[in-house]
């Protein structure tokens, strides 16, 4: 089983889907209520589960970190571009300034954007890994987002490394307008010298992955792979219904229906999620 | 002759030489010389509202039911135009419309949304919104221009991809992705413009070339300011407000570098001199087109890559 790298009760303090309400203490320790069966659980148990239920197996929200933890050997590795920071360019005002919402982005988590980009191992293969983390800005695709994967590629290239994004992330960032929309353009460019690099990109989807970034990059893997149950699609499910007067049905836009549609390679369980791309990496390789 | 809510100035001088034309009629006395002078003020007035539009202002006139679309354009400029139907794999979609067309004595293939002009075929282009078909149509027509080694040209005009059931079932994501990062790759020029409305992926998807242009009274985003307004400020009453925070103009664009010219509109609008708006376009696309067909292919892909890497804006702090 796998050990966080920080000590169980910070992680939960961070963690964005054990809000209050559903946290319990009791004199056994804290427990959780599945956001897919509604079971309690110990929050302990749940941990060493990698954060699926052992009832339902529904995969909660983890952050950027949990994934580097699970995936890389020995839970070794370098972070890069950490330097970047959004920046409010066009003054965007809605119910706060953009400027706050970065601040206070930065403040309430321990991260300093959407985005984390990692280089380690998986399995022995030195791999590029750029996971979102939906905490910050709902995992929002900005201008900070689109450079660190632009820098990650030419790293992967450099490197001759494997390149894995890892999405969660409700779309492009609004408050970037249209510097936010070209990131998908911007991506996409850097994908195709990838490619050229023959190198290979994977993409894993994960709870939730839509919009601008559904539209883009998380689209374009050589193999498109996500979690069980994930909301996956362009549209919301909200703006569907709104548009067609009508209710979706069960199971729309989930990983298991985008597999059946056509657009993944295949789904994976986050517990055996390293020992698939490992041998996945392995098989590219030879 | 619709006129949009900040044009009652023009209504109004419009109603009252209509009422002077059936005084005329009705006395058989001439009003020749005050509806000329009213004639000026339209003219004057006009000049007046159209030199100083609002956000707002713009994004109304880039939605008027009478401006002039795809197919009208594509008409106008080509000489035998050939429109061309399909994806070849799941059916034709309407909102998304291409072909050749012989453009100053070369071949071009055109592609762009489509909207209706009246009720009937506004649904039946599904209001210019695109299921993926209709970007999967569009990059089918692009690979044969490339193959051929004709340029190509998109013009970009809807207010998103379309957000249904079945849209998302075949692929919505899926389809504009795919379409960027071929177009990225394309080894022939293209040209973009924005005709009307530029709203997120929707117009992205048939928007990656060596050059992006926009109509002077249009605008380009990565949201509609309805939709953004609804999920930033959970009302659409802030709509205004939304397009504004956006800085979606074609004027806002150059400024930050998004776009590389701003194409000059008739005064009053495209709708209200589409010839006239149908030769500009003409002539910018003949002069961008000369240029771009200059770059050897391979430095042209470098160039786009370039650009594109390029787009962004943060600050790098010491850590
Ligand atoms: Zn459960």
Redesign the pocket.
């Known amino acids: 089983m796998q050990e966080p790298r920080k000590p169980w009760w910070k992680r939960l303090r961070k963690g964005v889907d054990t809000s209050t309400e559903e946290k319990l203490e009791t004199p056994d320790g804290i427990w959780h209520k ?1 956001n ?2 509604k ?1 309690a659980l110990l929050v302990t148990q749940l941990r060493d589960n990698l954060h699926t ?1 052992p ?2 197996n ?1 995969h909660e929200k983890i952050d950027a970190e949990d994934y580097f933890d699970i995936l890389f050997d020995d839970k070794k590795c370098e972070e890069h571009f950490t330097e970047l920071r959004s920046k409010d360019i066009l003054h965007f005002v809605d119910t706060k300034s953009y400027e706050k919402r970065i601040n206070d982005a930065i403040e309430n988590t321990d991260l300093k954007e959407a985005m984390r980009v990692m280089v380690g191992a998986i399995g022995g293969n030195t791999t590029v890994v750029a996971a979102m983390d939906f905490r910050f800005i709902g995992g929002s695709l900005g201008s900070v987002m689109g450079e660190k994967i632009s820098r990650a590629i030419d790293l992967a290239i450099e490197r001759k490394a494997p390149f894995l994004i890892i999405s969660k992330s409700g779309g492009a960032r609004m408050q970037e307008s249209a510097f936010s929309l070209m990131q998908m353009a911007k991506t996409s460019a850097k994908l195709h010298q990838l490619a050229e690099a023959k190198v290979p990109y994977i993409s894993l989807l994960t709870n939730p992955t839509t919009g601008g970034v559904s539209a883009s990059f998380a689209m374009l893997g050589d193999l498109n792979i996500a979690e069980p149950g994930a909301l996956i699609g362009f549209a919301g499910p909200r703006v569907i219904e709104e548009t067609t007067k009508r209710k979706l049905p069960e199971g729309f836009q989930t990983a298991e229906f985008q597999l059946e549609n056509g657009f993944l390679d295949f789904i994976v369980d986050r517990k055996e999620l390293k020992e698939k791309l490992t041998k996945v990496l392995n098989l590219l390789k030879k | 002759m619709i006129f949009l809510e900040f044009e009652k100035p023009i209504e109004d001088l419009y109603a009252q030489i209509e009422e002077l034309r059936q005084m005329e009629q009705k006395t058989g006395m001439t009003m020749a010389d005050k509806i000329e002078r009213l004639e000026h003020k339209i003219k004057d007035t006009r000049e007046e509202l159209y030199s100083k539009l609002t956000t707002w202002q713009r994004i109304q006139v880039s939605r008027h039911p009478e401006r002039p679309y795809t197919q009208f354009y594509s008409n106008y400029l080509c000489n035998d135009f050939v429109e061309l139907y399909g994806d070849r794999t799941f059916r034709d979609d309407k909102a998304i419309i291409g072909g050749f067309g012989d453009l100053n004595g070369q071949t071009v293939m055109f592609i762009g949304h489509q909207k209706g002009h009246n009720t009937k075929m506004r649904q039946y282009r599904n209001f210019g919104m695109p299921y993926p078909e209709g970007y999967r149509k569009a990059l089918r027509l692009m690979k044969l221009a490339e193959k051929f080694n004709k340029p190509i040209v998109t013009l970009i005009d809807t207010p998103g991809a379309y957000p249904g059931e079945d849209a998302e079932q075949r692929g919505q994501g899926e389809a504009i992705a795919r379409n960027l990062i071929e177009m990225v790759s394309l080894k022939v020029p293209v040209l973009c413009i924005v005709i009307g409305e530029g709203a997120s992926g929707g117009a992205l998807g048939i928007g990656i070339g060596d050059k992006l242009l926009m109509l002077e009274n249009t605008w380009f985003s990565v949201i509609s300011p309805e939709s953004c307004a609804s999920i930033l400020w959970r009302s659409w009453d802030f709509k205004e407000k939304a397009a504004v925070a956006l800085q979606p103009t074609p004027q806002e664009l150059l400024k930050y570098g998004i776009i590389d010219e701003i194409v000059k509109e008739p005064i009053g609008g495209a709708h209200l001199q589409p010839e006239e708006m149908a030769k500009t376009l003409k002539k910018t696309i003949i002069k961008h087109l000369a240029e771009l067909t200059k770059i050897d292919p391979q430095t042209r892909i470098e160039n786009r890559i370039k650009k594109y890497s390029a787009i962004g804006q943060f600050e790098t702090v010491n850590v």
């Open positions: 599945c897919g069966c079971k239920c009832h339902c529904y």
